[in-house]
């Protein structure tokens, strides 16, 4: 008899139910969808949300949705983009622990999250990941960056691989390290494929402790990043071919057709994160099912108790 794979969502989203839920400023959350996502997560005792927008639009929304704000705090800005600051302003304070966005553009939030002056920014760039459970991988499987960083050079890769990975362990473990496969469309470096350079550059950088924490290979293909058959038959020799855990794509538009691929194609939840701030940034879409959503709002719970642990800078 085949034996079922773990429900890794369900474990974490589960444990985190156990945790102190976390203070989240929700940005500008004006949409009726936004409001059911919002109490869904205080359902499960995730978050205590911080509603940040116009107060009359937020008010329609939750009617809307059929939702009590009476026991939630409501602070009543003009717009989007006082939204997207007030929401930076009380988590520089530590006024609350996350950030989540509501009905505005990820660019406008992070416009306010950038900055030095934020008071965000950590010694990493900025990114996203995706936590997957894909019904056709043994395990979960992190996509990174699909939504963040355009076009990426390698050092701005390297914080991608680093913050990918402080989640990876963050959620995992550290007992065992993780398994990063730097994509590209070959397995063997092309000086005519930046791509290939550049993962044969961030393989070195791990070797020099640049990048820490990881087992890190490439360029390797997708298809033999994740399959054993594909990476005997191209007799690869390589402790991460065929069972990577990490797969850092070489940009935005692979990133993100690769992901929504597993997704719309192979019935995969994709949970978004942004990484690399002082605070964890919940990223939801209209897409998602309710397990996604809660299994954002639980990475941000662990990638708080983390921070406040000590455990990520």
């Known amino acids: 008899m085949k034996k079922s794979k773990p429900d890794y969502y369900k474990e974490i989203i589960n444990d985190c139910r156990k945790m102190k839920p976390i203070r989240t400023a929700v ?16 359902k499960e005792n995730l978050i205590i949300p911080v509603l940040i927008g116009p107060r009359l639009k937020i008010e329609a929304a939750a009617k809307e949705a059929k939702v009590n704000l009476s026991k939630w705090e409501l602070i009543d ?22 950030l989540m966005k ?77 398994k990063v496969a730097i994509l590209a469309a070959v397995e063997t470096v092309n000086p005519k494929m930046q791509a290939t350079l550049d993962a044969a550059a961030l393989c070195k950088m791990a070797e020099r402790r640049q990048i820490t924490g990881a087992i890190i290979d490439g360029p390797l293909a997708f ?9 005997k038959e191209k007799n690869i020799v390589s402790a991460v071919s065929g069972d990577a855990d990490i797969l850092v794509v070489p940009e935005i ?45 639980a990475i941000a719970v662990k990638m708080a108790a983390a921070r406040q642990q000590g455990k990520i800078k």
Not at 27 to 42: F, I, L, T
Not at 138 to 144: E, G, Y
Not at 223 to 231: G, T, V
């Open 223 to 231: 298809d033999n990043a994740i399959s054993p058959a594909a990476m």
């Open 253 to 297: 538009e692979s990133g993100n057709i690769l992901a929504k691929q597993l997704s719309f194609l192979g019935g995969a939840d994709a949970a978004g994160i942004v990484l690399g701030a002082r605070v964890p940034i919940i990223l939801t879409s209209r897409a998602d099912n309710l397990r996604a959503r809660l299994m954002s709002c």
């Open 27 to 42: 940005v500008h959350p004006v949409q009726a969808e936004v409001m059911e996502a919002v109490a869904d997560a205080v």
């Open 102 to 178: 509501g009905s505005l553009h990820t660019d406008e939030l992070l416009e306010a999250v950038v900055p030095s002056a934020s008071g965000l920014r950590t010694e990493y760039r900025i990114s996203h990941a995706f936590v997957m459970s894909v019904p056709t991988y043994h395990k979960p499987l992190i996509v990174t960056d699909a939504a963040v960083n355009i076009a990426p050079d390698v050092s701005i890769k390297a914080d991608i691989c680093q913050n990918a990975i402080n989640l990876w362990r963050i959620l995992f473990g550290e007992k065992n390290m993780p």
């Open 77 to 98: 800005v003009e717009h989007s983009h006082a939204a997207a600051a007030k929401a930076v302003e009380l988590a520089a304070c530590g006024k609350v622990d996350a």
